[in-house]
C-alpha cells in the first residue's frame, strides 16, 4: 500500500488504515481502467489532503465528517476525453466510496490552465495540502507563482465573502417557526465554516496566514494583535472541524448566537478591509470606491485586462447614485466581482441611505427590506457565483 500519512488529527490508527485502504483501491482502480495520457496526477485535497481531516464517533465508531475532495490534472485533452475521464473517475470514486457513507467532489483541470493560473489562496492550500493518489504532480509543486505573497487581496475578500454567505443563508433559515436537527446542524455547520473562513482571511492580513489548519490554529493563539474572545472562537471551530461536537450547540439560542457571531465576524471583515485599503471602513461612503479601484488594480494580467473588456459589454445595473466613472470600473468587475464590495451592506444590516440606494439599483428592488436584499443576493449567487447554489436545500 502507498504511504498517504496522516489523513486526520483525532482519527484512530485503524481509521487511518481504513481511509488509506479506501485511498489505495481508488488509486488502484485509476492505474488499471483510465489511460495515463488522459491524466497527469490526481490529488486529494481539502482537510484530508491536509492530513487534517474530520472523525466523527457515533456509538463508538469512526466516520469521517469531511468530503473526500479531488483535483484531476488532466493532459491537454479534447472536452470528449475530458468527459470520459469526468465518468470514469466518478465511478471509480462512487464504486469505493459510496458503501462507507463518504461524500466525494471533485474538478478537473487542464494542466496548462493550472500552469497558467492566477494565484490564489486555493492554489497556495492545493500546493502545500495535497495527497499524491496517483501521477506525477511536478506542475503544481514547481509552480512557484503560487505562493502565499502572490495572493492578491481581493481572493482573501472572496474568502470572507464565500464564508460568509452561509451566515445569510443561516438569517433566511432562522426565520423558520421551527428548526429540525438537520436545520440546526446546517447552521452550526454555516457557523464553523464562517468564524475559520474570516479568521483565516484576518490571519493572512496580518501576514500570518499558512494552508495548515494546526499551523493557523497555533498562530492564532500567538497572535497579539487578536481579542481573546475572537482567539477563543476560532479556536473552537478548528478544534470542532477536527472532531465534531453538534450537541455542544444544539442547546444554544440559536438566533442570539447567530446575531453574536454577525457582530463579530462584521468587525473581523472591516478589521481585514482596513488592513487591505489603508484604514477605509465599511461603514465608510468611499469604500466601495477604494475596493472597486484596490480590485481592478490588482488584476492586471492579460486575460484579466480582456476580462475587464469583455464585461463592459456586457449589460449590468447602473447604479444611479454613481458617477459615470464610477459605473464604467464596476462594471468592469462584472457583476460577479462586484457582490464581495456589496455583500457587508446585505449580510451586516449596516444602514446607510446611500447603501440603500446602491442595493437598490444592482439588485433592482423597489423595497428596503432586509430579507428581500438577503433573497435576491442568493439569487445572484447562484446566477453569477456558484450554481450549486440550490436554495430548497435548506428550506429556503
Not at 449596516?350 to 423595497?367: G, M, S, T
Request: charged share 25%.
Amino acid at each position: 500500500m502507498r504511504n498517504f500519512g496522516r489523513l486526520t488529527i483525532k482519527g484512530s490508527l485503524a481509521f487511518e488504515r481504513s481511509l488509506s485502504q479506501v485511498l489505495e483501491n481508488i488509486a488502484l482502480d485509476i492505474e488499471l481502467l483510465i489511460n495515463k495520457d488522459l491524466y497527469e496526477a490526481i490529488i486529494l485535497i481539502g482537510g484530508y489532503g491536509r492530513g487534517e481531516g474530520g472523525v466523527v464517533s457515533v456509538n463508538g465508531k469512526e466516520f469521517p465528517h469531511n468530503n473526500f475532495d479531488f483535483v484531476i490534472i488532466s493532459n491537454n485533452i479534447k472536452q470528449k476525453e475530458k468527459e470520459y475521464l469526468s465518468f470514469k473517475c466518478k465511478r471509480i470514486f462512487d464504486k469505493h466510496t459510496v458503501p462507507l457513507g463518504i461524500l466525494v467532489e471533485f474538478s478537473i483541470i487542464d494542466s496548462l490552465k493550472l500552469k497558467n493560473c492566477e494565484p490564489l489562496v486555493i492554489t497556495y492550500d492545493m500546493k502545500y495540502g495535497h495527497k499524491v493518489i496517483c501521477g506525477d504532480v511536478s506542475s503544481l509543486v514547481e509552480n512557484k507563482n503560487f505562493e502565499i505573497e502572490n495572493i492578491p487581496s481581493w481572493d482573501v475578500r472572496n474568502l470572507i465573502v464565500n464564508r460568509g454567505t452561509l451566515l445569510v443563508i443561516n438569517d433566511l433559515m432562522l426565520k423558520k417557526e421551527i428548526l429540525d436537527e438537520k436545520d440546526k446542524k446546517i447552521i452550526i455547520k454555516h457557523w464553523i465554516k464562517a468564524i475559520i473562513g474570516y479568521g483565516d482571511a484576518l490571519l493572512f492580513y496580518l501576514g500570518d496566514y499558512d494552508y495548515s489548519y494546526v499551523e493557523k490554529q497555533n498562530r492564532m493563539k500567538n497572535q497579539k494583535n487578536i481579542s481573546q474572545k475572537v482567539k477563543s472562537i476560532y479556536d473552537e471551530a478548528i478544534n470542532f472541524r477536527f472532531e465534531p461536537n453538534y450537541e455542544k450547540y444544539m442547546n444554544y439560542d440559536f438566533k442570539e448566537y447567530q446575531a453574536f457571531l454577525k457582530s463579530e465576524l462584521s468587525n473581523i471583515h472591516s478589521k481585514c478591509e482596513e488592513l487591505a485599503l489603508n484604514q477605509v471602513q465599511l461603514s465608510s461612503p468611499s469604500y466601495i470606491n477604494k475596493a472597486v479601484q484596490e480590485s481592478l488594480s490588482n488584476n492586471n494580467t492579460l486575460k484579466s485586462v480582456l476580462k475587464k473588456i469583455y464585461f463592459l459589454t456586457k449589460k449590468a445595473p447602473n447604479i444611479s447614485s454613481m458617477s459615470f466613472m464610477e459605473n464604467i470600473k464596476y462594471k468592469m468587475l462584472g457583476i460577479k466581482g462586484m457582490m464581495p464590495i456589496l455583500f457587508p451592506y446585505v449580510a451586516y444590516d449596516i444602514k446607510n441611505e446611500v447603501f440603500d440606494l446602491i442595493l437598490k439599483d444592482f439588485f433592482k428592488l423597489d423595497i428596503k427590506n432586509k430579507d428581500a436584499y438577503k433573497i435576491s443576493y442568493l439569487n445572484y449567487w447562484k446566477k453569477y457565483v456558484n450554481s450549486n447554489f440550490v436554495k430548497e436545500d435548506f428550506g429556503l
